[in-house]
């Protein structure tokens, strides 16, 4: 028999509040896929206030762990993300965001549509 949820945890799981759980850091994963095509573009970051700038805009906004600072997708390269649907998952502690990339169609900062571009075959990368 299955144990029961804790009214916390049901209202989390099940309930229609939305409640980032962040992590230690105040970051949560952001896995981004092409909203026409379904193609996974790339995993990022959010800190609140991305998220927050996200939704308020309609427009892919990370936070850069290496840069230490909030960053709007494409504000510089032309590749901004014009975000279709956001959801989040069974525990909030992970976005999936479905974007329209627009400039050149890239999301990977080396040029790449999707920063997957490389595949592990016989133990090497292998560029797809």
């Excluded at 909203?35 to 995993?43: F, K, N, Y």
């Excluded at 991305?50 to 590749?79: D, P």
């Excluded at 998952?89 to 920063?115: E, L, N, Y």
Aim: proline share 2%; hydrophobic share 40%.
């Amino acid at each position: 028999m299955k144990a029961a949820s804790s009214p916390a945890k049901a209202a989390l799981e099940q309930g229609d509040a939305l409640t980032p759980r962040f992590d230690a850091n105040g970051l949560i994963a952001a896995v981004t896929t092409h909203a026409i095509t379904g193609e996974v573009l790339m995993l990022a970051w959010m800190n609140a206030e991305a998220l927050e700038r996200t939704l308020a805009t309609g427009e892919a906004h990370y936070f850069s762990r290496s840069r230490n600072e909030l960053w709007h997708k494409g504000a510089t390269s032309g590749q901004v993300q014009i975000v279709d649907e956001i959801r989040i998952d069974c525990d909030q502690d992970a976005v999936w965001m479905k974007v329209r990339p627009q400039g050149d169609g890239g999301a990977c900062h080396t040029g790449a549509v999707s920063c997957f571009y490389r595949a592990i075959e016989g133990g090497k990368l292998v560029r797809k």
